[in-house]
């Protein structure tokens, strides 16, 4: 009977520490995915990828948690749409756990991909919403749609997509500035001199 407690023990703690490492290494990265539009199926290159990852730990009380951004990594698509973020290396200290990373993706004149998770919303989720989603794994790649936009309005309310919270270091999204700035530009929407230049 003590012998079956302890396989038992054993193999539990084996799933455990298994399950757990595989999630946490879902967590962390490295993430591959590629950026096509939406009709034609082709290659979206110089599109930039900026992935966020915030940890929560808990909070004053036990029902609270508290979050706090700990890192993030900025790309470009390639002539393939294809990018890479390579991860989180170091993983945050107890008591906080990392939380699985946000993504935007954005190249002027095309629908933004604001702050989601790079995971296909589920079909029973879709057929209920009707909508269809715009990620989706082919190979072991996420891939993700993008239409092109083709009115001003559109362009414009776009931009609220690329919303970033000021925890985040201005210096680790230079590239997803620039190309706001360049959209903001041809839109006609940066006539103040006091802003700063598009670089």
Known sequence: MIYFRRLFLYA??????TFGLLVYA???????????????????EGAVV?????????????????????????????????????GIMHPPAAPATLDP????????????????????????LQAYTKIKDNVYEDE???????RRLTTQDERVKNLHKLFIPSDVPQDKHPNLYRLRCIEETNL????????????
């Open 140 to 146: 072991g790649i996420m891939v993700v749609e993008v």
């Open 188 to 199: 006609g929407l940066r006539p103040n001199r006091l802003q700063p230049a598009c670089y």
């Open 50 to 86: 900026f992935a966020q990852w915030w940890t929560h730990a808990p909070g004053p009380t036990t029902v609270r948690l508290a979050q706090a951004y700990y890192d993030s990594q900025e790309t470009f698509t390639d002539q393939q749409g294809n990018f890479v973020i390579p």
């Open 101 to 124: 990373p946000t993504f935007i993706i954005f190249k002027p004149g095309y629908e933004a991909i604001g702050g989601r998770r790079l995971k296909p919303v589920p079909p029973e």
């Open 12 to 17: 539990s703690f084996f799933c455990l520490a």
């Open 26 to 44: 879902d967590v962390r990265g490295p993430y591959h995915g590629r950026v096509i539009d939406a009709q034609t199926k082709q290659p979206i």
